[in-house]
């Protein structure tokens, strides 16, 4: 089993930073494939960013590229969402989300571990 915690969302302006973690434990092959989604009211669950624990490969949501930043701390077993530039449009529950495969990394269905999220609000 892999258990996934998140922290770091908040209240931020317009053109702020947040940095959100996701704190990993559990089966390391299972974690392999870390990402980021964020959901909306009202609509579908969404790609942000996606992270290969051992390859280190990184790939972003056209939304975010040069704003987002994915990464991760081998020694706390954490990967981190940082975020600058924040947009109204931002504004969402943040979901982290792993499995085993580094594959259609943009798919929600396919991740087979969940954290329970966290509420990024960016105001204008």
């Known amino acids: 089993q892999v258990q996934l915690v998140e922290s770091g969302g908040g209240l931020v302006q317009a053109g702020g930073s947040l940095r959100l973690s996701c704190a990993a434990s559990g089966r390391t092959l299972s974690r392999n494939a870390m990402a980021w989604f964020r959901q909306a009211p009202g609509k579908e669950r969404e790609f942000v960013a996606a992270l290969s624990w051992t390859a280190g490969i990184t790939n972003y949501a056209d939304s975010v590229k040069g704003r987002f930043t994915i990464s991760k701390d081998n020694a706390k077993i954490t990967v981190y969402l940082q975020m600058n530039n924040l947009k109204p449009e931002d504004t969402a529950a943040y979901y982290c989300?792993?499995?085993?495969?580094?594959?259609?990394?943009?798919?929600?269905?396919?991740?087979?571990?969940w954290g329970q999220g966290t509420q990024v609000t960016v105001s204008s």
């Open positions: 989300a792993a499995k085993r495969y580094y594959s259609n990394m943009d798919v929600p269905r396919e991740y087979d571990y």
